[in-house]
Nanobody, 125 residues
Framework: QVQLVESGGGLVQAGDSLRLTCTSS????????MAWFRQLLGQGREFVAA????????RYADSVKGRFTISRDNGKNTMYLQMNSLKPEDTAIYYC??????????????????WGQGIQVTVSS
């Protein structure tokens, strides 16, 4: 298990931008396939974006494609989610996750071994 901490959430208006950060104090971060998931109120956890170990491959949910960008800096043990053109339906708790044995750039929560505590993003209309 790898310790992960999210930051950068908050309350914004529709059309605004936020950048979420996921940071680990552990060098094992560089061996993780990473992803962002989100949980809307009263719903299950859904896939947002994923990135491979090197940062060369990414995947996005259709709902965020073209608006969100996932990236990572292994030298800083950090992953980012740049969120532009935010919509009220993006309101959720956002979680970062690590897959310690990455085979694919996965979209299923069950593939991930370590999770942050989550951070609230609220987008008002």
């Amino acid at each position: 298990q790898v310790q992960l901490v999210e930051s950068g959430g908050g309350l914004v208006q529709a059309g605004d931008s936020l950048r979420l950060t996921c940071t680990s104090s552990e060098s094992a971060f560089s061996n993780c396939g990473m992803a962002w998931f989100r949980q809307l109120l009263g719903q299950g956890r859904e896939f947002v974006a994923a990135i491979d170990i090197s940062g060369s491959e990414t995947r996005y949910a259709d709902s965020v494609k073209g608006r969100f960008t996932i990236s990572r800096d292994n030298g800083k043990n950090t992953m980012y989610l740049q969120m532009n053109s935010l919509k009220p339906e993006d309101t959720a708790i956002y979680y970062c996750a690590c897959d310690l044995l990455p085979v694919v750039v996965g979209t299923f929560a069950r593939l991930y071994d370590s999770w942050g505590q989550g951070i609230q993003v609220t987008v008002s209309s």
